[in-house]
């Protein structure tokens, strides 16, 4: 049994090119550093003095930054490539950070949370091109799985040390997210850049500019595409309450710390690792990834649903559990179902628009989410998640279907 598992992993990780596990090495250096988002709620609450609603406010600033760096990401790869844009939002990014730390005001906040999460974001497209761009399609999901996987060890990393060093000064969850963001622009330079340098990745077309999109079929007026990112925005805006009232909720209603919430949340980056590879290995090559994906969006709305069913920190752990499991089954095959509609022209836009669901969900969740919460309380909330998944899983088994 040890053996056959151990073969099992070998064949989910093996036959990938070099370059894809480069790109996974700078995820994961910049995923190590992912402590202010998990925590910011908090931060703005109990170290800022913020209301729930501005916490949420501040999250959908956010959200909307995340939305124009994503738009602008797609755009600047297929223009300039994915090694320029990739570099960039990484370094500028860490700086902003140190800015963020200074931040005072409900504007001053605003103002940096907003142009940080655009700069930020503007990383997403470029590299989720850059990652179809070094692998052959066959290899797609397990190459996109092996990114999430690295992002998601990093986000097991990053929430875990968030949540001690926030328990001493919430200071350090700044300084150190934006010296992970400058270590990360770091290596992109060392491995991807087109000219000189030691030991890097092959790269010629990666971080040239691609060739002028041709004309006909734009992400923007892809019907079948655009009812795709409809139900991924749903699935999103459900799940990207992890980030937003689920940590409020552990706080105010379970009386968790801030080291407790950073290694419940770490909980969920383990099982991603464990477990995501070798789903993607069974299943990627198989037809019928919406069915698939519809699966994963009805597990991530049972497992909030489920925290209305009984009251032990054990039932929160096992909601972790199946709302991880959700993600697993949901998020890499839809980003193969995503890249699978684009050309090498226009790859950018198509991923950028990809992303921009992602960045939407930052926007609706915080603000819904915490409105809900706070007026009707967080079971109606749990359950109105539940629903969502429901809904979703219904949609995507209708587009399957088309």
């Keep these: 049994m040890p053996i056959a598992l151990f073969q099992l992993y070998r064949q989910a990780y093996g036959g990938l ?5 480069l790109l996974a090495g700078v995820m994961l250096v910049n995923r190590c550093g992912t402590m202010v988002v998990p925590f910011l709620a908090l931060y703005l609450t109990k170290a800022r003095g913020f209301g729930m609603e501005q916490a949420g406010d501040m999250l959908s600033f956010f959200g909307l930054g995340a939305i124009l760096g994503s738009y602008l990401g797609g755009q600047l790869t297929d223009r300039f490539g994915y090694f320029k844009v990739q570099f960039w939002s990484l370094l500028l990014g860490g700086g902003l950070f140190f800015v963020l730390m200074l931040a005072q005001t409900y504007a001053q906040v605003a103002v940096c949370v907003l142009v940080l999460s655009t700069v930020g974001e503007a990383f997403r497209p ?3 091109a850059s990652v179809a761009h070094y692998n052959p399609p066959q290899n797609l999901p397990r190459a996109y799985a092996l990114n999430r996987l690295a992002s998601n060890l990093g986000f097991s990393v990053g929430p875990a040390l968030g949540g001690f060093l926030a328990s001493h000064s919430y200071d350090w969850l700044f300084v150190a997210d934006g010296l992970t963001s400058i270590a990360a622009a770091g290596l992109i330079w060392w491995f991807f850049r087109p000219e000189g ?7 010629t077309a990666a971080s040239a500019p691609t060739q002028a999109p041709a004309p006909g079929r734009s992400p923007y007026t892809d ?3 655009l009812a795709f990112m409809g139900l991924v925005l749903m699935f999103a805006t459900g799940f990207f309450q992890l980030f937003s009232t689920l940590p409020l909720y552990y706080k105010e209603v379970y009386r968790l710390s801030e080291d407790q919430i950073g290694w419940l949340m770490t909980l969920n980056g383990v099982v991603v690792v464990l477990v995501e590879m070798v789903v993607v290995y069974r299943f990627g090559q198989r037809p019928g990834l919406l069915r698939l994906i519809s699966w994963g969006t009805l597990l991530s709305g049972l497992a909030y649903a ?3 069913w009984l009251f ?7 909601g972790m559990v199946v709302l991880s499991l959700g993600e697993i089954f949901a998020m890499p095959f839809m980003a193969s179902v995503a890249v699978s509609r684009a050309t090498q022209a226009n790859r950018g ?3 950028a628009l990809y992303n921009m669901a992602y960045s939407a969900a930052h926007v609706l969740a915080p603000a819904l989410g915490t409105r809900i919460a706070a007026a009707w309380g967080f079971p109606t909330l749990w359950y109105g998640v539940g629903a969502a998944g429901l809904l979703t899983w219904l949609g995507f088994r209708w587009l399957a279907k088309r």
């Design 17 to 21: 090119p070099r370059a894809a596990w």
């Design 126 to 128: 470029a590299n989720s």
């Design 197 to 203: 340098g030691g030991n890097r990745a092959h790269q």
């Design 223 to 225: 019907g079948y595409y």
């Design 306 to 308: 489920m925290l209305n």
């Design 312 to 318: 032990h920190w054990s039932w929160l752990v096992l």
């Design 349 to 351: 836009r198509y991923m």
